[in-house]
């Protein structure tokens, strides 16, 4: 079946720090790839829509300049965190569905647990 | 707008008790998607099932079944005879967007745990 994996799995930083997550489609290509947040005891919230190569389509309320998000290629998106703070911290999971496939059909990553000090 | 609640915070039954966990949701469009996943304590997303706006025909698989009612705008889960290995969080989802980016909208959850 379709995998999707994340790195880090947990990172913890101090504050004021970049974070670099990295969301890869194992055994298959995605042109689009979905970035999720999900704060402790709650929902997951769709923050953008990661496209291979052009721009991502963020969610309304959150900061493109403070979660930057490159889809370099078809197999790899990047949520980057910028200058993070305590209240970034939370639970990012990606998800994405096959290139050319059901784009309902969406594979979920393992999440990444960021902690920021 | 899109829209799902899932108003049962949190359940705790005892095993071999069946189970439902309700959904309701709200979309403008005639054509939608919904789905329910698992997030067991791992944290990761398991897909249980997905249901188009024009299949109404209710579901089993297993011990789980889907129970579909447009007029009502719900889409519940029932376990029967629950077991400790279905403690998770039970999420509920809505697409009406066909497309090569198509969004899904989460609901809140319900926190369902199996006591031995």
């Known amino acids: 079946g379709a995998v999707v994996s994340q790195h880090p799995s947990r990172v913890i930083c101090k504050s004021g720090t970049s974070v670099k997550i990295e969301c890869r489609s194992l055994?298959?290509?995605?042109?689009?790839m979905f970035w999720y947040r999900q704060f402790p005891k709650q929902s997951l919230m769709l923050m953008a829509t990661s496209n291979e190569g052009s721009k991502a389509t963020y969610e309304q309320g959150v900061e493109k300049d403070k979660f930057l998000i490159n889809h370099a290629s078809l197999t790899l998106s990047t949520l980057t965190v910028t200058s993070a703070h305590p209240e970034d911290s939370s639970f990012y999971i990606c998800?994405?569905?096959?290139?050319?496939?059901?784009?309902?059909?969406?594979?979920f990553g393992p999440g990444t647990r960021l902690t920021v000090l | 707008a899109q829209k799902v609640t899932q108003a049962q915070t949190e359940i705790s039954v005892v095993e071999k008790e069946d189970v439902t966990l309700d959904c309701v949701y709200e979309t403008r469009d005639t054509t939608y998607y919904l789905f329910w996943y698992k997030q067991p304590p791992s944290g990761e997303l398991v897909f249980l099932i997905r249901?188009?706006?024009?299949?109404?025909q209710n579901e089993i698989s297993g011990r789980y079944s889907w129970n579909f009612q447009k007029s009502t705008s719900s889409f519940n889960f029932t376990i029967t005879a629950s077991q400790v290995v279905d403690s998770a969080v039970y999420f509920c989802a809505l697409s009406d967007m066909y497309s090569s980016a198509s969004k899904i909208i989460f609901g809140s959850g319900t926190r369902l745990s199996i006591r031995p």
């Open positions: 249901r188009n706006s024009f299949d109404e």
């Open positions: 055994d298959f290509q995605a042109t689009t």
């Open positions: 998800s994405a569905p096959l290139a050319g496939g059901d784009p309902l059909e969406q594979f």
